[in-house]
């Protein structure tokens, strides 16, 4: 296996740029994922990554190589697709070996790079079935198989769960990840889900429009985003944001509502600069009428070990989640103690991280 090394990388599809400048460093053996919206630039580096769309500028080195003008046959990467990309004409056998045979390796050895693979993915029985005969998850496994007989240095998915069913995602995630940690694989993979992102990753890569955003263990995003739009598409529900004004001394803001919020930690901040605070749904408690956020139950959304209350603070949409059970009533109002000592402060203009309850310590 080997390290992926991303430096400076611009991509260009004539006049509009869609990646600029992207650097980015994957460690040998690790499973890193691009994360963002539609468009921001993922799969078009993944593809970059493979050899399938031409660089316009930067580099990119695999295992020490650099592989900008390497053809992707000889990159030694193998690349997992979203629709499967199976031979419909091919039993799972000969889709697994359609690289062996295509690289003259002897029928016995390719015999036991099919049956290894089979068996670390659960194929063994289907072997002799055709693609049309093998429900979705079956299909993406066989497409994992052709990619884990090669044996190659980095694996790349392109959002290889997207086709398949809520249940049937969960259930391969966990398939992936325990495959990644049988194989010790350079993995890289592409995904707009950010639940898909926290729960595979040891390393996430926010991108958006082309930038990457921020870099970090799925918790490190979580929690220390670095501007808003991290902080507001981890995590889910997504972090809450209220319109405050810094005010003397950076440990109180001020509303939009008129109310004062009292901070545990100070920030840099002046007297009067806008500002955003950021509060996950999850941390914090409803309390007694004076004590809060007063805030006003929209809709109240039941998932059973948890309620997710959407709510509206003035303007401002809030979701925020009960772990208990609960009574209450669309229409009624709430006061909600969120746990300022988790609370993070956005400059409103920039969108970036101002101060964060690590200045507490």
Not at 288 to 317: F, K, M, Q, S
Not at 331 to 336: K, L, Y
């Amino acid at each position: 296996m080997a390290s992926v090394v991303i430096r400076d990388v611009v991509k260009r599809f004539g006049d509009t740029t869609i990646l600029h400048g992207v650097s980015v460093d994957i460690a040998d053996g690790e499973f890193a994922v691009l994360v963002g919206p539609s468009g921001c630039g993922k799969t078009t580096l993944l593809r970059m990554i493979a050899g399938l769309e031409e660089i316009n500028s930067g580099s990119i080195a695999i295992g020490g190589r650099e592989i900008n003008i390497v053809p992707p046959k000889e990159r030694d990467i193998a690349m997992v697709f979203q629709n499967y990309a199976l031979y419909p004409h091919m039993s799972v056998f000969d889709n697994m070996a359609f690289s062996l045979k295509l690289a003259k390796v002897p029928r016995g050895e390719m015999e036991k790079k099919v049956a290894r693979a089979a068996e670390i993915l659960g194929l063994q029985s289907l072997l002799d079935r055709y693609p049309r005969q093998l429900s979705g998850g079956q299909r993406q496994r066989v497409a994992m198989g052709r990619a884990i007989v090669r044996n190659p240095k980095v694996f790349l998915f392109d959002e290889p769960l997207s086709n398949l069913d809520a249940k049937l995602r969960v259930q391969m995630r966990t398939e992936i990840r325990e495959l990644h940690q049988k194989l010790k694989s350079t993995s890289i993979y592409v995904t707009h889900d950010q639940i898909e992102a926290m729960t595979m990753a040891d390393k996430i890569v926010v991108m958006r429009d082309g930038h990457i955003q921020q870099v970090g263990t799925p918790l490190e995003l979580y929690d220390w985003p670095a501007n808003v739009f991290v902080a507001g598409f981890i995590g889910s529900p997504a972090m809450n944001f209220l319109p405050a004004t810094a005010l003397e001394g950076g440990m109180r803001v001020r509303q939009a509502s008129g109310d004062e919020l009292a901070l545990p930690f100070a920030a840099q901040t002046t007297p009067g600069q806008k500002l955003l605070v950021g509060l996950r749904p999850e941390f914090g408690r409803l309390a007694a009428a004076g004590e809060g956020v007063p805030l006003d139950v929209l809709v109240i959304e039941p998932t059973g070990a948890d309620t997710t209350l959407i709510c509206r603070a003035g303007d401002t949409g809030v979701a925020i989640v009960l772990r208990e059970r609960t009574t209450l009533k669309v229409g009624q109002r709430v006061m909600w103690l969120p746990a300022l000592a988790r609370a993070h402060l956005f400059d409103e203009q920039t969108g970036q991280r101002v101060a964060d309850a690590r200045q507490a310590d």
